[in-house]
């Protein structure tokens, strides 16, 4: 059964840094189109950036530009999500997910979830 799990969330100042992980259980990460997606307290969930199964494309909503990096690292089973110059509005709980289909900013598109890890941004 495929399990994702995150991790690298916490609390931080306004214009700190923090590195999302996400663990893929299965070796066959390099199939998988992998996102990261945030939901906010009383808000719907919102894609945040997506990376290609061979990781030369990566696609990210326009409020993160510039500021987010995703990247994959096959080997060790891992996508990470680098966060700089952090917001108060970048607070929510950060999932990461997996899909063989197209890429999609669309979470339906995506099968598998990970638990999610909290981001809070403090001004």
């Known amino acids: 059964q495929v399990q994702l799990v995150e991790s690298g969330g916490g609390l931080v100042q306004s214009g700190g840094s923090l590195r999302l992980s996400c663990i893929f259980s299965?070796?066959?990460?390099?199939?998988?189109?992998m996102a990261w997606f945030r939901q906010a307290p009383g808000k719907e969930r919102e894609f945040v950036a997506y990376?290609?199964?061979?990781?030369?494309?990566?696609g990210y909503i326009e409020s993160v530009k510039g500021r987010f990096t995703i990247s994959r690292d096959n080997a060790k089973n891992t996508v990470y999500l680098q966060m700089d110059s952090l917001k108060p509005g970048d607070t929510a709980v950060y999932y990461c997910?997996?899909?063989?289909?197209?890429?999609?900013?669309?979470?339906?598109?995506?099968?598998?979830w990970g638990q999610g890890t909290q981001v809070t941004v403090s001004s």
């Open positions: 299965e070796r066959t990460l390099s199939s998988y189109t």
């Open positions: 997910a997996a899909t063989t289909s197209a890429v999609s900013r669309s979470g339906s598109q995506y099968a598998y």
């Open positions: 990376i290609t199964a061979s990781g030369r494309s990566t």
